[in-house]
């Protein structure tokens, strides 16, 4: 009876594996994100750039009702936080919020002007930074992983493609601070220009030691 059982499932998985009603899964390519924050001399910007970019494109502002105030730009980057677990800190939600009531919202007056971002040029390697807590915190380990392929490569795919390339760590501090599409396929990675160099070495110097 058991042989039997087994027979029958056995041609029954046969007859809807050769089924042309069972079609092969399709892959669909999606265009090349053009999409883009507006750029502001506000230090939300940055923040923006570097961790709202992670999860979602710069179209999702247009989705939002014109002219919203700071109160709610405000609670709908706290709901990104809270709900669907953005790496952000309240202080960044605040940041991030000031930064967008007033490039899209209708918040022209009573939020300080930052000056623009200036660039970190602190001495790399001048303190101790823990690589694993910079990619938890950034949101890295959302696109990426050390031993396979997610949205992104895998940081040991990574470390084989520069192994023999003596600018290395240059060139893949430059990807991390710049970000960009088409190295590793279409999906963009955002730019961590607000990063200080000791921070974008840390996570270079790790990715290539995998």
């Known amino acids: 009876m058991l042989q039997y059982c ?3 499932l056995a041609a029954l998985i046969l ?3 050769s089924s042309p009603g069972m079609a092969a899964p399709k892959y669909i390519s999606l265009p090349p994100e053009t999409a883009q924050l507006k750029k502001s001399g506000h230090p939300g910007y940055q923040v923006a750039l570097q961790k709202c970019t992670i ?3 710069a179209d999702y502002i247009s989705l939002q009702p014109p002219g919203m105030s700071l109160r709610q730009w405000t ?3 706290s709901k990104m936080k809270h709900a669907f677990g953005a790496p952000i800190s309240d202080d960044e939600v605040s940041l991030i919020g000031e930064y967008l009531a ?3 919202g209708n918040e022209k007056i009573g939020i300080p002007v930052f000056p623009a971002h200036a660039e970190k040029t ?4 001048a303190r101790v930074v823990d690589a694993r807590a910079l990619l938890t915190q950034n949101g890295c380990f959302g ?3 050390v031993d396979r392929k997610v949205l992104g490569p895998a940081f040991r795919d990574v470390a084989e493609r520069y192994r023999k390339n003596p600018q290395a760590i ?3 501090m430059k990807n991390i601070k710049a970000g960009g599409s088409g190295k590793w396929g279409s999906i963009p990675m955002p730019s961590f220009a607000a990063l200080s160099d000791s921070d974008i070495k840390a996570l270079a110097v790790f990715v290539l030691e995998q």
């Open 6 to 8: 087994i027979c029958s």
């Open 15 to 17: 007859c809807f594996s």
């Open 55 to 57: 999860c979602h494109s």
């Open 75 to 77: 609670d709908e980057v």
């Open 102 to 104: 007033l490039t899209y």
């Open 122 to 125: 602190g001495v790399p390697g």
């Open 143 to 145: 696109c990426h992983a």
């Open 170 to 172: 240059e060139t893949v």
